[in-house]
């Protein structure tokens, strides 16, 4: 089982919004990172601190998060975007550095 | 740019040891935290532990005292040991760096991953 709970899969039409969600107590009080990871190369994070989007990450990308849940956005969704998207917190409690199970975007 | 490759074997004999390096280019591992993270075939994302390059290291307790990392400062690089592999170790291998400015921070960039195959 996972400290942070994602959805296995989220299916969205080219040039409509993505929603993924991450569920869990260290969410609250803690950092949310999300990862981008198209099989076969390496992750990319795409936002960090919650809401902060790296340099050269399109701005169709938000984060947010309420409570114990966080949400990443990806806006007019493009073919590109089909990955694997994984939430990412230090787990206070325990000291860990922890993955929810991830959500593939699939773009119809 | 900071950049990381993993390199080691890719088949490791059951109850043998797992051993990879990760050379970091376009800039220097000091000041910095290092982390491995793998990911099995099908599964998810495991963070296995980090580094700091002073030495200084937190491993995730699911390993016990299998895991081991260190730091060389003069090459750049930094390893990890993973010892008695079971088929369970099979998975890609990354070497990353773990942030550390508003708290712990994200984990980029991330190396191109290695397949290590557990098997006789």
């Known amino acids: 089982s996972y400290v942070l709970t994602q959805p296995p899969s989220v299916s969205v039409a080219p040039g409509k919004t993505a929603r993924f969600s991450c569920e869990g107590d260290?969410?609250?009080?803690?950092?949310v990172h999300w990862y981008q990871h198209i099989p076969g190369q390496a992750p990319v994070v795409v936002i960090s601190?919650?809401?902060d989007r790296p340099s050269g990450i399109p701005e169709r990308f938000s984060g947010s998060k309420s409570g114990t849940t966080a949400t990443l956005i990806i806006s007019r969704v493009e073919a590109g975007d089909e990955a694997d998207y994984y939430c990412?917190?230090?787990?206070?409690?325990?000291?860990?550095?922890?993955f929810g199970g991830g959500t593939k975007l699939t773009v119809l | 740019q900071v950049q990381l490759r993993e390199s080691g074997p890719g088949l490791v004999k059951p109850s043998e040891t797992l051993s990879l390096v990760c050379t970091v280019s376009?800039?220097?591992?000091?000041?910095?935290?290092w982390s491995w993270i793998r990911q099995p075939p099908g599964k998810g994302l495991e963070w296995l532990g980090f580094?700091?390059?002073?030495?200084?290291?937190n491993y995730n307790p699911s390993l016990g005292s299998r895991i081991s990392m260190s730091v060389d400062m003069p090459n750049n690089q930094v390893s990890l040991k993973l010892t008695s592999v079971t088929a369970a170790d099979t998975a890609v291998y990354y070497c990353?760096?773990?942030?550390?400015?508003?708290?712990?921070?994200?984990?980029?960039?991330w190396g191109q991953g290695t397949l290590v195959t557990v098997s006789s």
């Open positions: 990353v760096r773990l942030h550390l400015e508003e708290g712990w921070g994200p984990f980029a960039p």
């Open positions: 376009g800039g220097s591992i000091s000041g910095k935290y």
């Open positions: 580094i700091f390059y002073s030495g200084t290291t």
């Open positions: 260290s969410v609250e009080s803690e950092s």
């Open positions: 601190y919650n809401g």
């Open positions: 990412q917190v230090w787990d206070r409690d325990s000291d860990l550095w922890v």
